[in-house]
């Protein structure tokens, strides 16, 4: 059974470039080790900060087992965002992630065909799970971007007796009613990592 027990800060990592637009994977084992320093026990890799979307599949790769070698050393939970390319890229970064043993996989919708009913978007995870059976899945859900504002909290509902592997979701949206019931779905079963920008900003201004 397909568990995901981390909760906590799971920092939204950079994808570091050359001046020639190579990726730079050296930096990774000093990025990690700065984090892991600062109290960030847990990485997102090619999340919206770290512009995998704009990378090949080789250089996806090649990050991805850069930071599974760090975080060796540092202990730290790592999440790997293998969504924004064609269907079979997805595929085979999902079986890749797999099979170099990372901790989750975070997955945007098809981004082109977009899922306009929630059926839709679970038979695409569905897909995902399939090629990655033994990692806890995640959806990422960040309508602004990706232009899919499916309801969280159905999705997290109907995704119990459908998507084995299906763990949460990362919520980057600032509908913080459609949050709070997703936290809600399932019997809280799953994880609502925040990933708003905005809405962390506006708590810390309430908090502050």
């Keep these: 059974m397909v568990v995901l027990k981390y909760r906590g800060l ?17 930096i990774i084992p000093r990025y990690a080790k700065f984090l892991a320093d600062n109290g960030v026990d847990g ?9 995998g979307m704009s990378m090949t599949v080789q250089e996806r790769k090649a990050v991805v087992e850069e930071w599974s070698k760090a975080v060796k050393t540092t202990k730290q939970h790592l999440m790997v965002q293998v969504g ?5 890229d997805v595929i085979e970064l999902a079986k890749h992630a797999e099979s170099i043993g990372v901790d989750s996989l975070l997955c945007l919708p098809e981004l082109y065909f977009r899922p306009t ?3 839709q978007l679970i038979n695409y995870l569905r897909v995902i799970g399939e090629a990655a ?21 159905t999705l997290m509902n109907e995704a119990a007796s459908e998507l084995p592997t299906f ?32 809405v ?7 908090l502050s």
């Design 167 to 198: 763990q949460g979701i990362k919520y980057t949206s600032v509908d913080l009613e459609g949050g709070a019931a997703a936290l809600k779905a399932n019997n809280g079963k799953y994880a609502v990592f925040l990933g708003s920008d905005t």
């Design 84 to 88: 924004g390319c064609p269907l079979p």
């Design 133 to 153: 059976p033994k990692t806890p899945l995640l959806y990422y859900h960040i309508p602004a971007w990706t232009g899919v504002n499916l309801n969280m909290a």
């Design 117 to 119: 009913v929630t059926r």
């Design 43 to 51: 990485v997102l890799v090619h999340g919206t900060s770290g512009e």
């Design 200 to 206: 962390n900003t506006l708590r810390n201004i309430r």
């Design 10 to 26: 799971c920092a939204p990592v950079f994808t570091v470039f050359r001046n020639d637009l190579s990726v730079d994977v050296s």
